[in-house]
């Protein structure tokens, strides 16, 4: 059998398509049957409960996108050490018919709680100190190991090359922008991706090393919209925020927020811009 080459992959929404195919597939691999009451859908991934009180999570990931590491982030997050995330069960993975991309589930145990919210918040969630504690012991410990991946925020590979790009496209300036400290990372840290009352973070495939502060910087990112959650980020990890790779990964994370792409009544708009320019101004200062 054939393949289109990887420049003619298909723009897929999982949230426009229908999946039953899809669902009645992974039925078939994990010899289970899924609640079609529990689907939850998103741009490129669908998951759902199991009749065995498990849960499935299924992704589409063009083959350019996976690259030399493999795909198999949930699989060796199983092997954290410290860090609350669902036990990792076992997995399927198979190669789509027609498009150059390949499909992976992954079968975990069930969160302990619901999402936070989703990916971008407009409303401060009610956090415990408890919560928070937790939070930062997990992300303490996972920056605390050591792996062979690496990151891959937005499917993308976090390299030094793309960290200063990204950063001197959108703030030009008389300062460096070389990382000095690589630390495993979720790279994906956001309000969708952790559970409450009980902490628990999910959704581990692109997890690897990273600029320190680059999950502070995202989760940051994700919070402007509630001016008190995103000084709590701040607060909490402030460790991460004041050392100059966090700084680096503050900047990282606006260039996104004020990219060529930016809604012009976003508002995260005008506190990424006054963020950016004290840290520029921090880093030129030495």
Do not use: Y
Not at 40 to 47: D, L
Not at 54 to 82: C, F, M, S
Not at 86 to 95: D, Y
């Amino acid at each position: 059998m054939t393949f289109p080459d990887a420049a003619s992959v298909r723009s897929v929404d999982l949230r426009h398509r229908s999946v039953d195919e899809l669902l009645g597939r992974v039925e078939r691999s994990f010899r289970t049957r899924l609640d079609l009451n529990t689907v939850v859908r998103k741009r490129r991934s669908v998951g759902a409960r199991t009749d065995r009180d498990t849960w499935i999570r299924v992704e589409r990931r063009p083959l350019e996108k996976i690259g030399d590491q493999d795909w198999n982030g949930t699989e060796r997050a199983a092997r954290l050490h410290d860090v609350a995330q669902p036990a990792w069960q076992g997995c399927a993975v198979w190669r789509d018919p027609v498009d150059p991309v390949m499909w992976r589930a992954d079968e975990t145990d069930l969160l302990p709680g619901s999402p936070v919210g989703t990916a971008v918040l407009s409303d401060e969630p009610k956090l415990t100190d408890a919560w928070w504690q937790a939070f930062n012991n997990s992300l303490d410990a996972l920056a605390a190991q050591h792996t062979g991946r690496t990151a891959t925020p937005d499917t993308v590979t976090v390299t030094q090359t793309l960290v200063t790009e990204a950063i001197h496209t959108a703030f030009p300036g008389d300062f460096g922008t070389t990382v000095e400290q690589w630390v495993p990372a979720h790279a994906d840290l956001n309000w969708a991706n952790m559970t409450a009352p009980i902490f628990c973070l999910f959704d581990w495939e692109d997890w690897g090393n990273a600029p320190r502060g680059l999950d502070a910087a995202t989760l940051w990112g994700s919070s402007l919209a509630v001016p008190a959650l995103a000084d709590r980020v701040l607060h909490e990890r402030r460790h991460d925020f004041e050392s100059r790779d966090g700084k680096l990964m503050t900047l990282f994370t606006c260039s996104k927020i004020l990219g060529p792409g930016a809604h012009p009544e976003d508002p995260r708009l005008e506190p990424a811009r006054r963020r950016a320019e004290q840290v520029v101004s921090e880093l030129q200062e030495g």
